[in-house]
Nanobody, 125 residues
Framework: QVQFVESGGGLVQPGGSLTLSCAASGLTLSSRAVGWFRQAPGKQREGVACISSRAGTTDYADSVKGRFTISRDDPQNALYLQMNNLKPEDTAVYYC??????????????????WGQGTQVTVSS
């Protein structure tokens, strides 16, 4: 059974940096597209960053482009999200997930599943 465990969240000041980790089991990350999503209070989940299974092609939400970097470590079967220049608007619970079929649309949560429990990121002074 596919399971994800997110970690690395915390409280940081605006402009700070944070690295999120996602440990996967029951699935080889390199076999599927995987991504990071976030959900702020009162809002629906939105795609943050995705990476393809083989080529490692990445996609980013416009709001995080240039600030966030998604990567995976195949031997460790882990996914990471390096977040720099954090803004209060980045405050949310961050989740990792995998595409649920061979067809998906990057950053669209409707095409992803096996959600982890998330890790809280709070950006505040």
């Amino acid at each position: 059974q596919v399971q994800f465990v997110e970690s690395g969240g915390g409280l940081v000041q605006p402009g700070g940096s944070l690295t999120l980790s996602c440990a996967a089991s029951g699935l080889t990350l390199s076999s599927r597209a995987v991504g990071w999503f976030r959900q702020a209070p009162g809002k629906q989940r939105e795609g943050v960053a995705c990476i393809s299974s083989r080529a490692g092609t990445t996609d980013y939400a416009d709001s995080v482009k240039g600030r966030f970097t998604i990567s995976r470590d195949d031997p460790q079967n882990a996914l990471y999200l390096q977040m720099n220049n954090l803004k209060p608007e980045d405050t949310a619970v961050y989740y990792c997930a995998t595409s649920i079929s061979g067809y998906y649309y990057p950053l669209d949560s409707s095409f992803f599943g096996s959600w982890g429990q998330g890790t809280q990121v709070t950006v505040s002074s």
